[in-house]
């Protein structure tokens, strides 16, 4: 499996940026998928997941500002995130797993991870 970032740079307070998320080596659809991020000096928080059924959560901090969407046909997750803050500047990872994860935004119910994309949100 194997799972590759892009999109990722450098924003003004209340930009947009569209993350992506190109996956290979295995059914896409049957998997369930994640984007997480982590700054500096902290623990790596849960953003956004969708299921294999396209059900979405969303944490708090990004609850209707970002969306998490999929592909299928091209195998490719996105992130669309809107009215950026200073506090969403982390590096952003995508992650899948091929169960259905008790806890969608819960890091460790991913077994496989993408290299990261880093955002910059200035103010």
């Known amino acids: 499996v194997q799972l590759v970032e892009s999109g990722g740079g450098s924003v003004q307070s209340g930009g947009s940026l569209r993350l992506s998320c190109a996956a290979s080596?295995?059914?896409?659809?049957?998997?369930?998928m994640g984007w997480f991020r982590q700054a500096p000096g902290k623990e790596r928080e849960g953003v956004a997941a969708?299921?294999?059924?396209?059900?979405?959560t969303y944490s708090d901090s990004v609850k209707g500002r970002f969306t998490i969407s999929q592909d299928s046909d091209k195998n490719t997750l996105y992130l669309q995130m809107n009215s950026l803050k200073p506090e969403d500047t982390a590096m952003y990872y995508c992650?899948?797993?091929?169960?259905?994860?008790?806890?969608?935004?819960?890091?460790?119910?991913?077994?496989?991870w993408g290299q990261g994309t880093q955002v910059t949100v200035s103010s």
């Open positions: 992650a899948a797993d091929m169960f259905e994860p008790g806890d969608p935004l819960g890091s460790t119910e991913y077994s496989y």
């Open positions: 080596g295995y059914t896409y659809s049957t998997y369930c």
């Open positions: 969708i299921d294999s059924d396209g059900s979405t």
